[in-house]
């Protein structure tokens, strides 16, 4: 009997054909983003004022809430390299799994539905970014 596992053979073909980013779940890469973001926790871009718990999962899912110190509306993206970005959060956690791992840039583009041009944009961000830290 043979243990090996064959390489290209259909089931994996067939995974890697329906892998993309809507397969993950939505809060795990919100999670993931958030954490990556605010590594010290949610925090009011103008004032600084912590995010109270009643609100954090709703600032965790990225959705917009309104300061109570200061009553400026962020959300975790706003004054990141998040902010004003055309890429889902499940989107960039894809593309920075499989730039990690040397994917061609045409296989990403097509696993998170984005194009090449879009892929390049992030993996120069994502160095430049790297740079700075
Ligand atoms: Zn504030």
């Given at each position: 009997?043979?243990n ?12 890697r054909?329906a892998?993309?980013a ?7 890469c919100l ?6 973001l ?6 009011c871009?103008e004032?600084?004022?912590a995010?109270?718990?009643r609100?954090i999962?709703?600032?965790r ?7 109570c110190e200061?009553?400026r ?7 990141t390299?998040?902010a004003g970005?055309?890429?889902?959060p ?8 499989l730039l990690?791992?040397?994917?061609d840039?045409a ?7 984005a ?7 992030w993996r120069d ?9």
């Open positions: 009997m043979n090996q596992v064959a390489v290209g053979n259909t089931i994996t073909d067939s995974a054909a892998f993309a809507d397969c993950l779940r939505r809060d795990v999670a993931w983003l958030a954490g990556q605010h590594p010290a926790g949610g925090r871009p004032c600084g004022a995010v109270p718990d609100q999962n709703r600032w899912s990225f959705g917009r809430l309104e300061c200061c009553g509306w962020f959300s975790a993206a706003s004054g390299w998040m970005a055309k890429l889902a499940n989107q960039v956690f894809v593309l920075a799994v990690s791992m040397d994917v840039v296989l990403i583009a097509s696993a998170i539905g194009s090449e041009v879009t892929v390049r944009f961000k994502f160095m430049t970014l790297q740079e700075v830290s």
